[in-house]
């Protein structure tokens, strides 16, 4: 199975459709006047399929159980043909593509199973995914040519050379993947006073983007979010909310972190964890949905929050 305890939870759907082609206008008769003898051929089929779309997982391999959360199933006569709509919605970590084909495939069977003593020309045809949401796909968003963005570190002991810097790297790294690649690169100590200066100058430079990673945590020297704060213009709580949450999911430790985010100016600060792991975590959190806010704040006057 893929490793997908990386991803966010989201509200997920699927449409798939499945056409059943009969050969003989009576069989179509048949259905429409409830004549087939094993019973009421879509009542049958929509319930194989709700089941067939719930045990999905337990027959494709390298799908994961997930819960299903609405299902419907819908066939409609139209001439000779009878066609299949399947929805199906979940809120979680991966898609239900499969298992809206899934359904689809197996009410297509059982309608093919109920009419075949009526039609020996019965065929399955057109099973397919019409449509699919959610994820991080529909949140998706170029950042543009222009957009330029600053990472900063702030560590005393990587000053000192007596650590090397992972964090920011795999911050720059996870930038990469939507087409954005930092002009700054900096490593401070945590000093008050410097974090305070690098923000200004990075605002006044008009940088759409601005991450700190570091000085997040409890000891007396972590300082960034109390030297941030001050300087927002625009506080964005929700952000390190969501971090928090989806670090939580997997480490009790995250409720220590003191990350906080907004606009200084037209930049967007944030402030992540020091830690490896805590930085890819919130980058996992918040990216791509973050780089919504940019279309949303353009042109937006950032007055300042009581």
Known sequence: MMNITHKISTLRKARAEAIV????????????????????????????????????????PDCHPLPVEYAAIRCRLEGLKIIITVDVHTIY??????????????????IYDMLKP?????????????????GKSDYMQY???????????????????????????????????????????DIIPDDFNLIQQRVGYFADQGYKLVIFTGGTGLSKRDVTPEAVSPLLTRSIPGIMEAARVYGGMR?????????????VKDSLVLTLPGSTNGAIETMEALFPQLLHVFPIAKGASHELVD
């Open 21 to 60: 082609k009969l050969s003989l206008p009576e069989t179509a008769t048949a259905v429409k006047e409830g004549r087939v003898p094993k019973g009421n051929v879509f009542e049958f089929a929509r319930a194989a399929g709700l089941l067939a779309i719930k045990k999905t997982s337990d027959l494709i």
């Open 93 to 110: 970590k991966t898609g239900v593509e499969v298992e809206a084909m899934h359904g689809a495939s197996v009410t297509a069977l059982t």
């Open 118 to 134: 009526l039609d020996k020309e019965i065929e399955i045809d057109g099973i397919r995914l019409i449509d699919k949401k959610g």
């Open 143 to 185: 950042a543009g040519s222009d957009f330029s963005c600053a990472v900063v570190v702030c560590s005393d002991s990587i000053v000192k050379g007596v650590k090397q810097d992972r964090a920011g790297r795999a911050i720059m790294d996870q930038l990469s993947q939507y087409d954005i690649y930092p002009s700054v690169y």
């Open 251 to 263: 480490t009790a430790y995250a409720m220590l972190s003191r990350g906080v985010a907004g606009f």
